[in-house]
T-cell receptor, first 115, second 113 residues
Framework: KAGVTQTPRYLIKTRGQQVTLSCSPISGHRSVSWYQQTPGQGLQFLFEYFSETQRNKGNFPGRFSGRQFSNSRSEMNVSTLELGDSALYLC??????????????FGSGTQLSVL | GENVEQHPSTLSVQEGDSAVIKCTYS??????FPWYKQELGKRPQLIID?????GEKKDQRIAVTLNKTAKHFSLHITETQPEDSAVYFC????????????FGTGTLLAVQP
């Protein structure tokens, strides 16, 4: 069974640009969550999507947005990039309730560098 | 608000010694407490988890304890090996119909051979 796939693996952008990151969940997983990971800050929750609807949202500015498609694939977009947006962006998919305890299966992440 | 505090931020032990990482959480609705191991350049991977109806869970050299009254939970690694060196994150669920996890800030464990 294929794991969570994130593309691209690395990305370099300049301030003011926008970026779109992609995530394909494990087959059968309908929930996709996004986290931002920076050194010393751990993993900060961005948002969660389930059946194409945003189910939960973290405390990030409106420049951060996301969406989910009918095949459960998800994208997140960051507009007007700032230097502080440099981070590892992790996507995680979740199995249906009742199929086990483990809630999040992480992808390898997209390392975004803003210059 | 929701918060998970994790200590220590760094931990250095000799091979064969035990390592203990402690976390506290704030949300009384939390019922699920996973621990993730993240090696350099790799994705976080679940190593053990515990639910609020259980006080302790063990898997070979790894154990987790939970004190729901005090809102504390801890990871115990015995007989540490160099391959245990990594960053460890604790987390607590947000409760309700969501898969959201609130993570601690991580512990860098270094096992000296």
């Amino acid at each position: 069974k294929a794991g969570v796939t994130q593309t691209p693996r690395y990305l370099i952008k300049t301030r003011g640009q926008q970026v779109t990151l992609s995530c394909s969940p494990i087959s059968g997983h309908r929930s996709v969550s996004w986290y931002q990971q920076t050194p010393g800050q751990g993993l900060q929750f961005l948002f969660e999507y389930f059946s194409e609807t945003q189910r939960n949202k973290g405390n990030f500015p409106g420049r951060f947005s996301g969406r989910q498609f009918s095949n459960s694939r998800s994208e997140m977009n960051v507009s007007t990039l700032e230097l502080g947006d440099s981070a590892l962006y992790l996507c995680a998919s979740s199995p249906p309730l009742g199929t086990g305890d483990e809630k999040l299966f992480f992808g390898s992440g997209t390392q975004l560098s803003v210059l | 608000g929701e918060n998970v505090e994790q200590h220590p931020s760094t931990l250095s032990v000799q091979e064969g010694d035990s390592a203990v990482i402690k976390c506290t959480y704030s949300d009384s609705a939390s019922n699920y407490f996973p621990w993730y191991k993240q090696e350099l350049g790799k994705r976080p991977q679940l190593i053990i988890d515990i639910r609020s109806n259980v006080g302790e869970k063990k898997d070979q050299r790894i154990a987790v304890t939970l004190n729901k009254t005090a809102k504390h939970f801890s990871l115990h690694i015995t007989e540490t090996q160099p391959e245990d060196s990594a960053v460890y994150f604790c987390a607590a669920d947000a409760g309700g119909a969501t898969n959201k996890l609130i993570f601690g800030t991580g512990t860098l464990l270094a096992v000296q051979p």
